[in-house]
């Protein structure tokens, strides 16, 4: 696997687990244009990797990944153009991990919110330290939760749950999402790589062979739902990825303000 190629993910061998580590630490792990592009290809990159069995995904710092950063927005705002790359990288991005036979186990280590709550809950086996936040904020700043999100959610905790936290774009703590089936362990901070690299080291000593097939398997219907719903749901984000409301939620934001919408 060619490492040099990454400058925004840092990998760690632990045996054979290898530790994806999404690092812009400065922004809280936010997804930059850049970082967008290491993102598409990564998970097909790992699973090709012939010296691991198990992906750990984490942050560097203290969240998860924040989610799409605010300049990138609004630079694809003004140029719609920008956005063909990002609609291919970002189904890319989730049919990569929902490809990759390699099982892969989230170390949430913060907050993850936005792109990031898709990311990490695409991954297999999530744990997260009790104080990670979740949720996918895109109605709040006038876009459509088609990156994923619309995909994963009702698969993991059913339509009613899926419609309020997407459609309110409320963030839920790691203890409620435990609780609701989100996530599979919320742990405290100092318990948190005890208990992820205990699964991914239990796992990796599994017959590969059989843990892989049988990802595969589970995996077959979520990549139906994300092939029937990935297209328009990208369609949709783009649209709205050009609207005044979008303008007016960062700018509102970045005001300290409560934002005006227009419904354009």
């Known amino acids: 696997m060619d490492f040099d190629r990454y400058k925004y993910v840092r990998f760690e061998r632990r045996g054979r687990v290898i530790v994806a580590a999404l690092s812009r630490p400065d922004h809280l792990n936010a997804v930059s244009g850049e970082m967008h592009r290491e993102l598409a290809p990564l998970f097909t990159d790992l699973a090709h990797d012939p010296d691991s069995d198990v992906i750990v995904l984490t942050g560097d710092g203290g969240a998860f990944s924040a989610g799409g950063d605010f300049d990138l927005l609004l630079e694809q ?5 920008m956005l063909q790359a990002a609609v291919a990288e970002s189904k890319q991005l989730v049919f990569g991990m929902l490809e990759c036979s390699k099982p892969i186990i989230g170390r949430i280590n ?13 991954c297999d086996i999530i744990v997260a330290t009790e104080t990670a936040r979740f949720g996918d904020p895109h109605v709040k700043v006038g876009l459509t939760a088609g990156d994923g999100g619309a995909v994963i959610w009702p698969q993991l905790v059913g339509f009613a749950r899926a419609k309020q936290y997407l459609l309110s774009g409320d963030l839920l703590d790691a203890r409620e999402a435990e609780q609701i089936g989100l996530i599979n362990f919320a742990v405290p ?11 991914a080291d239990r796992i990796a000593r599994a017959p590969q062979l059989a843990v892989r097939s049988t990802k595969t398997v589970i995996n077959m219907e979520l990549k139906r739902i994300a092939h029937a719903e990935m297209d328009a749901g990208m369609a949709y984000e783009a649209m709205t990825m050009g609207s005044e409301d979008l303008r007016e939620a960062i700018d509102a934001i970045k005001s300290r303000r409560k934002p005006t919408f227009v419904g354009r």
């Open 110 to 122: 913060g907050d993850a919110i936005g792109l990031g709550c898709t990311v990490a809950l695409l």
């Open 189 to 199: 901070a100092e318990e948190l790589d005890e208990v992820a690299f205990r699964w």
């Open 77 to 81: 705002n003004a140029n719609p153009f």
